[in-house]
């Protein structure tokens, strides 16, 4: 199956700082992205959906401002959580679409944990 | 309302042991119905996956089954191994793009 990478897979950091994370599609390319926050014994909730070339369409209730999504290519998504603060630690995941015939389909990445500290 | 619930919650058994898992889904339209398995820490990874039409699907000692009519899906597990432990997440896909997932069972395989 195709394959999805994310780094980092792990990242600390303090109140207040901004922490980027990346999405790769490793072996296909993924005209859309998505973005996905997992908490603890919880199943994954969209965040946003993002399209390359065009700005990311965020699900309700989640702050643009603060989770800026960028999709500058084929192959790359990334996610920004700017000023972050010790509630925005999650389990963060993303996956890439592709299309095969008339089927979609989802690959998800290994995920990147982020803690606040 | 569209809905993927997916029992038990948790489910404990012993390595060797086959078990099944569940999933009820109010999803419309339907695309496509898929388990992913979710090791602890890691993304989910794709099991099997069945269109209206397929009525049961396996893939080594996973085997999952459709019943559109009742909307109920499920998952077995032959011959557990400890590396089977994980939750198990029922996903069914609404159209293009959009996943509606389950809350998920976790599965702990014991010794």
């Known amino acids: 199956g195709a394959v999805v990478s994310q780094h980092p897979s792990r990242v600390i950091c303090k109140s207040g700082t901004s922490v980027k994370i990346e999405c790769r599609s490793l072996d296909f390319q993924a005209t859309t992205m998505f973005w996905y926050r997992q908490f603890p014994k919880q199943s994954l909730m969209l965040m946003a959906t993002?399209?390359?070339?065009?700005?990311?369409?965020?699900e309700q209730g989640v702050e643009k401002d603060k989770f800026l999504i960028n999709h500058a290519s084929l192959t790359l998504s990334t996610l920004t959580v700017t000023s972050a603060h010790p509630e925005d630690s999650s389990f963060y995941i993303c996956s890439a679409n592709e299309r095969e015939g008339y089927t979609d389909t989802q690959y998800f990445g290994p995920g990147t944990r982020l803690t606040v500290l | 309302k569209n809905q993927v619930e997916q029992s038990p919650q948790s489910l404990i058994i012993l390595e060797g042991k086959n078990c099944t898992l569940q999933c009820n889904y109010t999803v419309s339209p339907f695309s496509n119905l898929r388990w992913y398995k979710q090791d602890t820490g890691r993304g989910p990874v794709s099991l099997t996956i069945?269109?209206?039409?397929?009525n049961t699907k396996s893939n080594g000692r996973y085997t999952a089954t459709l019943d559109a009519d009742t909307k109920q899906s499920s998952l077995h597990i032959t011959a557990s191994q400890l590396s089977d432990s994980a939750s198990y997440i029922c996903?069914?896909?609404?159209?293009?793009?959009?996943?509606?997932f389950g809350q998920g069972t976790r599965l702990t395989i014991n010794p």
């Open positions: 993002s399209n390359e070339g065009s700005k990311a369409t965020y």
């Open positions: 996903v069914v896909y609404k159209g293009a793009q959009k996943l509606v």
């Open positions: 069945m269109t209206f039409s397929e």
